[in-house]
């Protein structure tokens, strides 16, 4: 039963950087191709990023294009998502997941498992 676990998250200020991973385990994660979601308090989840299981695909939200760049180490059983010049509207809970359905990459529905989330807060 394949696993995730998600860490890096934190508190930081406008401008700022994190970098979450997302570390799998139970399975083949070099042959799962791996998606990074967010949901901000009262919001819907969002698609952030999309990565192939070879890294030859990646999908970027277009409004986050440029500051955050998704990455993985198949010999680490590790995706990351590198973040920077952060800001307060970037504040929520990020999770990964694998991808198990056919349809669009953007769409949760076609993910699982998920991990449990790690909280980014970014002030002011």
């Known amino acids: 039963q394949v696993q995730l676990v998600e860490s890096g998250g934190g508190l930081v200020q406008t401008g700022g950087s994190l970098r979450l991973s997302c570390v799998a385990s139970g399975g083949t994660f070099s042959s799962y191709d791996m998606a990074w979601f967010r949901q901000a308090p009262g919001k819907e989840r969002e698609f952030v990023a999309y990565?192939?299981?070879?890294?030859?695909?990646?999908f970027q939200s277009d409004s986050r294009k440029g500051r955050f760049t998704v990455s993985r180490d198949n010999a680490k059983d590790t995706m990351y998502l590198q973040m920077t010049s952060l800001e307060p509207e970037d504040t929520a809970v990020y999770y990964c997941?694998?991808?198990?359905?056919?349809?669009?990459?953007?769409?949760?529905?076609?993910?699982?498992?998920w991990g449990q989330g790690t909280q980014v807060t970014v002030s002011s």
């Open positions: 990565i192939s299981s070879d890294s030859g695909t990646i």
């Open positions: 997941a694998r991808k198990s359905g056919d349809s669009f990459w953007f769409d949760p529905l076609n993910y699982n498992p």
